[in-house]
T-cell receptor, first 117, second 112 residues
């Protein structure tokens, strides 16, 4: 069964709306979660690393004021796309790794398909 | 140079064929390696981790070559259901945190 839950799976909204996406680890604690973005037929692009209890680490070129990340607990990270515009339309995927298992792979959420009209 | 590179394909192979993909990485300090499978419009799912000694899981064999900085995935006796995009992922420690970087993926189409 799924070990990482991502919600919502699909969002369609008007330009200028802010959208919040949740990523939950269901049966393990995750001190670190990752947020990726994927355009059609392209690879996953790491946007940021979400750290529980501290600020997220953003990759070069990713606007931290545009993509707000909050990791308030060991099982939940949220990504808020602020004032979304059509160019923000994409597939957003989170992943999580079990705390204390540095060599274990990540587990991915189902992804959120965001469409901004 | 990209941190992780893959041939995007597509690789079109007949059922029953053996097909191999390579993935090169640039960071020599990379610590862990993985192969993921991604179906169209779905999230990636872990196929297998890649160990230094090489590892096999049924029809799938993964190998790591640290000297040449690449990993490989071999699929034997291809099935129609193997059609998907195969992503390699590399983990390394940088900028105070672990990072997982993905290749662009290699598309495989197994034909009847």
């Amino acid at each position: 069964g799924a070990v990482v839950s991502q919600h919502p799976s699909r969002v369609i909204c008007k330009s200028g709306t802010s959208v919040k996406i949740e990523c939950r680890s269901l049966d393990f604690q995750a001190t670190t979660m990752f947020w990726y973005r994927q355009f059609p037929k392209k690879s996953l692009m790491l946007m940021a690393t979400s750290n529980e209890g501290s600020k997220a680490t953003y990759e070069q070129g990713v606007e931290k004021d545009k993509f707000l990340i909050n990791h308030a607990s060991l099982t939940l990270s949220t990504l808020t796309v602020t004032s979304a515009h059509p160019e923000d339309s994409s597939f957003y995927i989170c992943s999580a790794k079990r705390a204390g298992h540095s060599n274990q792979p990540q587990h991915f959420g189902d992804g959120t398909r965001l469409s901004i009209l | 140079r990209k941190e992780v590179e893959q041939d995007p394909g597509p690789f079109n192979v007949p059922e029953g064929a053996t097909v191999a993909f390579n993935c090169t990485y640039s960071n020599s300090a990379s610590q862990s390696f993985f192969w993921y499978r991604q179906d169209c419009r779905k999230e990636p799912k872990l196929l297998m981790s890649v160990y230094s000694s090489g590892n096999e899981d049924g029809r799938f064999t993964a190998q790591l070559n640290r000297a040449s900085q690449y990993i490989s995935l071999l699929i034997r006796d291809s099935k129609l259901s193997d059609s998907a995009t195969y992503l390699c992922a590399v983990k390394y420690y940088g900028s105070g945190t672990y990072k997982y970087i993905f290749g662009t993926g290699t598309r495989l189409k197994v034909l009847a």
